[in-house]
């Protein structure tokens, strides 16, 4: 009788290999990239009708994956809108309004969970590059809040003393922040050139150093917002002018990024998420983007404030090349996160996971009966419940028809006062320009008593200050900084 092999005593062995290597593989948690840019429009991007430049990499993402043309940031400004799409809370239940300066008194409480701490606390590894703008003292700086590696400016671009609005000297040198700590002091034009290159550089050797564990990447450059910086090597590419340049760079950091993903093999092991903080600032004219059909911009309610470009990608989990108009909110991002990565969310959120829209499921709901928007002081201007928008009383602003800024220089917005309520329906109505409110306030009033009731519970959760409620029953305090 033939004596067996020594191969034959290996096969078990060979077999247990391949079953925990395949098992493994199934189990491993997602990588999570999140890339959010500044004051960058909804129709900055080419597969959003950008013209006169190219986003080649941003439209490469979109076809490799969902573009979602109906996303929403919880408030049109820098500090509240970052503050939301981190935390899954609507803003101004913890505290944070407007946008934040230098030495500011408050900032993001350590006690609020982060997408970082929620991802960190499950085994990822963490890292934020570019701007922060939650606080700048050292306790509300990105390490206080999960980030295991950060480096960044710790406010807007445009707080450094050559602001051309404020004047010289209205504030200090801008510094450049590495994990909690700076490390530059006085950022002149030639250093903020290169930080858009800087912060891409920091990424991809996040990714390459942490590829065979799961991480969370957190990307926002500081750019497209005002003053505008472009490296040399964008200078004048574009044909556009200063704006065209800074978005082909940024473009171009976009597919640095997914290129290190792609060669260290990621690709199907990775969400990546692209959106804005809000959007186009429009007073800053020529130095400012578009926000396409919408109406409005940055610092107001209206659709061009807060409706942004969103792409969510991930090979093989998602189909690619689809477009979804499924109404959708940064305050969403955590929750689905935690739902994909086996992490737990936080209790006290107002976000929900929302994956099977995202998904595209057949008969998927949105969790959401309403979404909510704040600005300001804690003021509630604005309740939808798709597709009705509703719009309160407050003073808003325009740039009207006067002539487009030029050379960095601001226009002056014109105050518009909304004396009454403003209904849209924006599944036909996307641009805002037909105030539907009397017409469904004799033919469909239950539909009215329905936007005010949502409206109401909010005021009594999270208050309305054009009510004389500064705060509500379940708002919680910013963290507040060091004597």
Known sequence: MKAPSRLCFLWPIFIFIAVVTARAAQERRPNVVIIFTDDQGYGDLGCQGAKGYKTPNLDALAQSGVRLTNFHVAQPVCSASRAALLTGCYPNRIGIHGALGPNAKVGLNPSEVTIARMLKDHGYRTAHFGKWH????????????????????????????????????????????????????????????????????GAVKFIRENQSQPFFLYVAPNQPHVPLFVSSKYQGKSGAGLYGDVIEEVDWAVGQILQEIKNCGLEKDTLVVFSSDNGPWLSYGEHAGSAGVLR?????????????????????????????????????????????????????????????????????????????????????????????????????????????????????????????????????DISETQNVFSLVQATDPALLEKLNRCANDA?????????NRMAGSETREAGHRAP
């Open 134 to 201: 939650l606080g700048d003292a050292p306790e509300f700086l990105p390490p206080a809040h999960g980030f295991d590696v950060s480096l960044g400016i710790p406010y807007s671009g445009d707080m450094w003393p050559y602001h051309p609005e404020a004047g010289p000297g209205a504030y200090p040198p801008l510094p450049l922040v590495e994990n909690g700590k700076v490390v530059e002091r006085g950022l002149d034009a030639a250093a903020q050139e290169t930080l858009t290159t800087r912060y891409a550089k």
């Open 296 to 428: 409005e911009g940055k610092g107001t309610v209206y659709e061009g404030g807060v409706r942004v470009p969103c792409i969510f990608s991930w090979p093989g989990k998602l189909t690619p090349n689809r477009v979804s108009d499924e109404f959708l909110m940064t305050i969403d991002v955590l929750p689905t996160i935690a739902k994909l990565t086996g992490a737990k969310a936080p209790d006290s959120i107002d976000g929900k996971n929302v994956w099977p829209l995202i998904e595209g499921q057949p008969g998927a709901k949105n969790p959401h009966e309403a979404y909510y928007f704040y600005y300001l002081q804690n003021q509630l201007q604005a309740v939808v419940s798709w597709p009705w928008k509703l719009m309160f009383p407050h003073q808003s602003r325009s740039m009207g028809t006067q002539p487009k800024a030029q050379g960095g220089k601001p226009g002056k917005y014109e105050v518009v006062k909304i004396l009454g309520p403003e209904l849209y329906d924006l599944s036909k």
């Open 459 to 467: 005021r009594e959760r999270m208050g309305d200050a054009l009510q």
